[in-house]
């Protein structure tokens, strides 16, 4: 590394409780979609080397890889990312290091938030100005261009951060900041919990079945989908959580008529938990299938909130990921380059 060398900390946060999901995407004519960035954050460390050759060397703690290539000589080990390096590579080399601070299969769009910091992080290298809707529109074409089947809400979730109302032409979209109290802000933050129901969820087969379901015919859960969506903006921007709630639930049995498989058997255990302790809402996030998180608005009362939580704990692999909620969007820090900074063996990992 030369004198000229600096290092960048590029951080994007997942999102949950996406009401209107499913129809963000290529095949579902239009898409309405609110949804709520979470301050779980995907973490990307980029240190820039202008005067090196054109080298980038990647290393991913969720799997322990560390490998080198040459930008034009993609190996296609990890191909979404690859793409996006590649695409977006500044003179020089880079040296890139990916954490493994979320839970991948989450069903929270975690991919879609290390696509954003890492993009977010290689403009910065090559100086230019962040935009969020840049950042996100570039992100997605990105990890489409490998074939990969996504919608765009993650994106402009992890670019934007804060709670969103998206209106999607797929690819593009436009965003409204959905205005909420303090108050509201408040009892969302104590009421509003994202269970990781203890494993990654591996549905891909199911998810190519429901879109030529949805390719051969048109659909009324899409349309039940988007109403809930619009009817959750609605109920934040006029502190009605009851609304809200009733919003959660509409999305989640919308997602059970588009085909009953998308809500696994412990998304459906943990409704009946969350209903019998007064639950005002729940929703699978995602894409659903099995695995994953879901996402319940607890009840009104403070004891009675706590009493579910403590319901959620006691059941064995699942966890409440406590994060604050409408969490600021992608964020790119420089730092001065330290020689050890891109050594995560040295940070005891």
Sequence with gaps: ?????????????????DIGGWTDTWFAGG?????IALDHRARVTITHDPDALPTVD??????????????????????IIEQAVTAAMPGGSVAIAIDDSIEPGSGLGTSAAVMVALVAGLLACDGHVLNPADIASRAHRYETST?????????????????SLLAVEYPSAVRTSVAVTEATVSELGRRLHTVYLGSP???????????????????????????????????????????????????????????????????????????????????VNGAGGEGGSMVVLGPANTDDDEALREAIAARGGWHVISAAIGAEGVRVDRQPFHADVMLIEERGR
């Excluded at 060398?5 to 590029?10: E, P």
């Excluded at 898409?31 to 949804?35: E, F, K, L, Q």
């Excluded at 990647?58 to 191909?79: C, K, V």
């Design 1 to 17: 590394m030369t004198s000229n060398a600096m290092t960048w900390l590029a951080s994007a946060p997942v999102r949950t409780a």
């Design 31 to 35: 898409g309405v979609v609110c949804n």
């Design 58 to 79: 990647l290393a991913l703690a969720i799997t322990g890889e560390r490998y080198t290539f040459r930008p034009d000589a993609a190996p296609r080990r990890h191909a």
């Design 147 to 163: 074939g990969k089947q996504s919608g765009v809400q993650d994106h402009w979730a992890s670019a934007f951060g804060g709670i």
């Design 201 to 283: 969820h591996a549905s891909s087969a199911l998810h190519d079945e429901v879109i030529a379901r949805l390719e051969a015919r048109r659909a009324p859960c899409l349309d039940d989908m988007r109403r809930a969506a619009m009817t959750a903006a609605v109920a934040l921007s006029g502190d009605d959580l009851v609304a809200y709630g009733a919003a959660l639930t509409a999305h989640h049995e919308a997602v059970r008529a588009m085909h009953p498989r998308l809500i696994g058997s412990d998304a459906d255990e943990l409704a009946i938990l969350a209903a019998r302790g007064g639950a005002r809402g729940w929703k």
